[in-house]
């Protein structure tokens, strides 16, 4: 992997998970070895190979030139705050198709779509975050087609119990908002990451961060642009992917 990285990925690896699975299959059929792609969860306890590892088991193509960006949920991604204090935040988005693999999150998640009678294609998820990472926070949204949020909150606090059950959650106010604050014991020096999870235009949204004033103006910057039919969506994600510009879950 290169030195300096292209993904959101704080020093502390609590806040993000790499797909490793998916980055293998990715590696495998590219060629490629500087997968961006990150995702927000805490790590198992049983940890699964490195990255390095799996890099070391592939030769890159020089001939091919993977476009590191993803915009599978684009309309999902305008939702999200567009920046913090000044600073501009970047955002991704994917699908269920391209998330879910043979992890305990993903058939947590994959268990609770079937409940709903929904496939992978139906889970979108949008982040943004600062990529030089001078800012702690990085906001996303989850969304299953045609589901209450109410319901994609289940299905997000299944998943995170799915993968290590000491995730608690309890409601709070912030910004005159109800709010799902989770966590997970800390068990190091470094400040506890909390994910703030707020039900608003039809998805939930979810705000990571050590700072609850930065989650605090996230929650009033969404709820300034909570539109006024927040209901879920029936359809797709919208549009294709556009090309990439530069490296940017």
Not at 36 to 57: D, H, I, Q, Y
Not at 140 to 147: E, L, P
Not at 169 to 176: E, F, L
Not at 235 to 244: T, V, Y
Request: aromatic share 8%.
């Amino acid at each position: 992997m290169p030195t300096q990285r292209t993904d959101p990925a704080p020093a502390r690896p609590d806040r993000f998970w790499p797909v490793v699975a998916l980055i293998a299959v990715v590696l495998a059929a590219s060629g490629w070895t500087a997968f961006g792609m990150t995702f927000v969860l805490r790590p198992a306890a049983s940890a699964a190979p490195s990255v390095a590892a799996v890099e070391e088991s592939f030769e890159p193509e020089e001939s091919f030139e993977p476009d590191p960006e993803s915009h599978e949920a684009a309309d999902l991604e305008e939702l999200l705050p567009a920046d913090y204090d000044g600073t501009a935040l970047v955002a991704q988005s994917w699908t269920g198709t391209t998330l879910l693999t043979d992890d305990p999150w993903s058939n947590a998640f994959t268990a609770a779509l079937a409940d709903q009678k929904k496939v992978p294609s139906d889970l979108a998820i949008a982040q943004a975050w600062d990529p030089a990472q001078a800012v702690d926070v990085v906001v996303g949204a989850f969304r299953i087609n045609g589901v209450e949020p109410a319901d994609v909150a289940t299905a997000m606090t299944a998943a995170w119990e799915a993968q290590d059950d000491t995730f608690t959650s309890t409601d709070v106010t912030i910004a005159g908002e109800t709010v799902s604050k989770g966590s997970y014991p800390n068990t190091d020096p470094e400040p506890d990451v909390a994910f703030y999870w707020y039900q608003a235009d039809g998805v939930v949204y979810d705000i990571e961060t050590t700072d609850e004033a930065i989650a605090t103006a996230m929650i009033q910057d969404i709820v300034g642009g909570v539109s006024s039919s927040p209901a879920p969506a029936s359809g797709g994600p919208s549009g294709s992917p556009p090309p990439s510009v530069s490296p940017a879950p």
